[in-house]
């Protein structure tokens, strides 16, 4: 089993988010630089949304990556729900003030004030829908006194258009949109993933046909397509020990593609 | 942890249950076929049935099949001035069109069509970035399958002598890849050599016995290669 030759690509598409992964892609690739130039901008806010596996979590840690070469970063890719402790964790991360006791936002400005960063230092919060409105209105403050520059990503349904409106319709924010890949950047991701890693033969093994049909089960959602080519690998890993005669080295099954959607639950049978 | 048995028997339920709509459209389509080929038999024997009746000796059998008939004439008959006049229109409106005139003309595609081209070239210059940099890793790397790889991309973006340049190459670093000779010999009809195509692959078929390579000789030799 550790000698397959599809254990490697399997493992490729381990749901992990990793800015070392990060695949180029023209519609992506443009979408960072965008970003990259917006965070360099003197607005107060950015906004990246899109539909959940679009890759905002991705985009947000390889700006972490990129960014933190030469300027005050700080990533929350784990959202910091409690009010009191947003502010605690904020001022003892980005200003280096540790207290066990609760600060209020008065207190945070003025701690901002005597930190007197000459760079606004970036906080890059993930996940965004899952803090409250009030917590919402802090951040807004905050971004309003120009202690911190916020990038922060949502989630893209009905209920979280509101609170972004709601929030950040009167400032100076920028908001970039992510969407699902087409089966031709969906191809691209596929193949540079697996070429990246030197799976030079499992690539070949990826014709238009697999690819449309991969780009249909997952509507070109980044996410789903991981999953969905992680189950397949499997599959094949399984045939290659079990039953190799099976399996055909110049393309993908359809029928094994049609298994692996089944497991992952992207075809209800 | 799979279960593939179960999966199986998942994708098989998956699939009768999605070919399902267009068997029972056919088989739907089938007893309509049947249904009307009894009918018209039922109308054929119907003439068979009058033709009978006047040898028969009872005439009240033959009235009874004349008198709804006569009605449905007559009914014809009161409509048919209505229709009369869209049916000259039709005639009138036929006879033009057999002239060979201006609506070829008329079709004129080419400027959204270069529009296209220009969007396009825009992505394929980013794609040719990273093929450049698949084939300084192909120079680094021998590696058969990576050379495999950029030939099929620049036989499927139509830069066949780029094709033709690393099927060979392939060629050379293994000889066994059943794809890249046939990239080769395609690359050599696209670039006007279609004889010495015909001889690799007349030798690639003695050395393998390759299927693929027997149906491409086949196609090249009977001019259908396109």
């Known amino acids: 089993m550790e000698h397959s030759l599809f254990s490697k690509p399997r493992d490729l598409f381990l749901d992990v988010v990793n800015p070392k992964d990060y695949v180029h892609i023209d519609s992506i690739s443009h979408i960072y630089q965008s970003l990259k130039s917006s965070v360099q901008k003197p607005l107060k806010m950015i906004l990246l949304f899109g539909r959940p596996g679009t890759g905002k979590s991705m985009l947000l840690h390889k700006l972490h990556h990129d960014l933190s070469k030469y300027q005050k970063v700080f990533m929350f890719d784990i959202p910091i729900v409690d009010e009191d402790d947003f502010l605690r964790v904020l001022a003892e991360r980005i200003f280096t003030y540790s207290s066990h006791e609760m600060i209020t936002l008065t207190r945070f400005l003025e701690i901002a004030k005597d930190a007197a960063y000459s760079d606004t230092p970036i906080v890059l919060l993930d996940e965004a829908q899952l803090y409250s409105s009030s917590l919402m209105e802090k951040i807004r403050l905050i971004s309003d006194a120009r202690v911190i520059k916020f990038v922060i990503t949502l989630h893209k349904t009905d209920k979280e258009e509101i609170i972004a409106k709601e929030h950040f319709q009167t400032r100076i924010w920028e908001s970039i949109e992510l969407q699902n890949a087409t089966a031709e950047e969906l191809k691209i991701y596929v193949q540079k993933k697996l070429l990246k890693a030197n799976c030079f033969d499992v690539a070949n093994m990826f014709n238009d046909k697999n690819i449309k049909l991969v780009a249909s089960l997952t509507k070109g959602n980044f996410r789903e397509t991981n999953k969905l080519l992680f189950s397949l690998f499997s599959l094949y890993c399984w045939y290659e020990e079990n039953n190799p005669a099976l399996i055909q080295y110049n393309a993908l099954k359809s029928k094994w593609i049609e298994m692996a959607a089944i497991h992952t639950g992207l075809i209800h049978a | ?226």
């Open chain 2, 1 to 226: 942890m799979l279960n593939i048995q179960n999966l199986e028997r998942r994708w098989l339920k998956y699939k009768i249950k999605s070919y399902s709509p267009y068997i029972l459209g056919v088989v739907a389509l089938l007893t309509l076929l049947i249904a009307v080929a009894f009918s018209k038999n039922d109308i054929q024997r119907e003439p068979k049935e009058t033709a009978l009746s006047p040898s028969n000796p009872t005439p009240e059998a033959s009235s009874t099949l004349l008198e709804p008939s006569m009605d449905f004439i007559r009914s014809f008959q009161t409509a048919a001035p209505s229709n009369e006049p869209p049916k000259a229109t039709l005639q009138k409106n036929a006879q033009p069109v057999r002239e060979p005139l201006p609506i070829p003309k008329l079709v004129t595609i080419p400027p959204p069509d270069l529009s296209d081209e220009k969007s396009f070239s825009l992505n394929r210059n980013e794609s040719k970035l990273d093929i450049e940099t698949l084939e300084r890793r192909f120079k680094e790397t021998s590696n058969a399958n990576l050379g495999l790889f950029i030939a099929r991309y620049h036989y499927d973006h139509g830069n066949y002598s780029e094709a033709y340049n690393f099927a060979l190459k392939t060629n050379s670093i293994s000889n066994k890849i059943e794809e890249s000779w046939i990239i080769f010999a395609k690359s050599l009809v696209k670039l006007g050599r279609a004889e010495q195509a015909k001889k690799t692959l007349q030798f690639y078929i003695t050395d393998s016995n390759s299927e693929a390579a027997r149906a491409l000789l086949d196609t090249i030799e009977r001019g259908t290669f396109k």
